[in-house]
């Protein structure tokens, strides 16, 4: 393969690396268990591997304000019980 005189510009070699890059961690993820996860995980996943949250969510067919959503929902959920006592514990069971 020939880079030195190709006609192409530093903007076509940066186009053709985004999607080479692109493609390589849709492979990564495909290869891992990570494919039978939520949706959630999957743009975490991708997201770990140097993709921007809004290339996840148009990689996996969604929104990046729908990956921000699940995500707070996410946290939200997983302190909720923080501090709250449950039926048995306020009457002193």
Same mark, same amino acid.
């Given at each position: 393969? &020939? =880079? ?7 903007? $076509? =070699? ?7 890059? %692109? ?6 993820? @495909?290869?891992?268990?990570?494919? $039978?996860?939520?949706?959630? @995980?999957?743009?975490? =996943?991708? &997201?770990?591997?140097?993709?921007? =949250?809004?290339?996840?969510? $148009? ?9 921000? $959503? ?11 019980? %923080? ?9 002193? %069971?």
């Amino acid at each position: 393969m &020939n =880079f030195g005189n190709s006609g192409q510009t530093g903007y $076509e =070699f940066e186009k053709t690396a985004t999607i080479i890059g %692109r493609s390589l961690a849709f492979l990564c993820l @495909q290869s891992t268990s990570a494919k $039978e996860g939520t949706l959630l @995980q999957k743009a975490q =996943f991708l &997201n770990g591997l140097g993709l921007e =949250f809004d290339d996840a969510a $148009e990689m996996l067919g969604t929104s990046a304000a729908s990956l921000k $959503e699940l995500a707070r929902v996410a946290r939200k959920g997983k302190g909720a019980k %923080r501090g709250k006592k449950g039926k048995g514990e306020r009457a002193g %069971r």
